[in-house]
Nanobody, 115 residues
Framework: QVQLVESGGGLVQPGGSLRLSCAASGSIFSIPVMAWYRQAPGKQRDVVATITSSGKNYYVDSVKDRFTISRDNAKNTVYLQMNGLKPEDTAVYYC???WGSGISWGQGTQVTVSS
């Protein structure tokens, strides 16, 4: 089972940018789906963006045209570039790997958007 470690979170002002990284302990080349989720205080964990092994992307409407998901199979890392951040983007962001026999979650990284 692959282990995932997120990094790159922090405090940023509205309109700012952050790039989150999700480093895997093993190869992600054959993992069908990698995803970013987020969970705001008092709310459920929801999908933000996904990327397949062929590079096909999905974004939730609220982040389209602001966030970009990418994967570097050579570095076993998935990224989430977040631009134009808004206070409502404040949440703990989690990385998720999905394959035929199971799933794996990272521990999360806090993103706070505030002036």
């Amino acid at each position: 089972q692959v282990q995932l470690v997120e990094s790159g979170g922090g405090l940023v002002q509205p309109g700012g940018s952050l790039r989150l990284s999700c480093a895997a302990s093993g190869s992600i080349f054959s993992i069908p789906v990698m995803a970013w989720y987020r969970q705001a205080p008092g709310k459920q964990r929801d999908v933000v963006a996904t990327i397949t092994s062929s590079g096909k992307n999905y974004y939730v409407d609220s982040v389209k045209d602001r966030f970009t998901i990418s994967r570097d199979n050579a570095k076993n890392t998935v990224y989430l570039q977040m631009n134009g951040l808004k206070p409502e983007d404040t949440a703990v962001y989690y990385c998720k790997a999905v394959w035929g026999s199971g799933i794996s979650w990272g521990q999360g990284t806090q993103v706070t958007v505030s002036s």
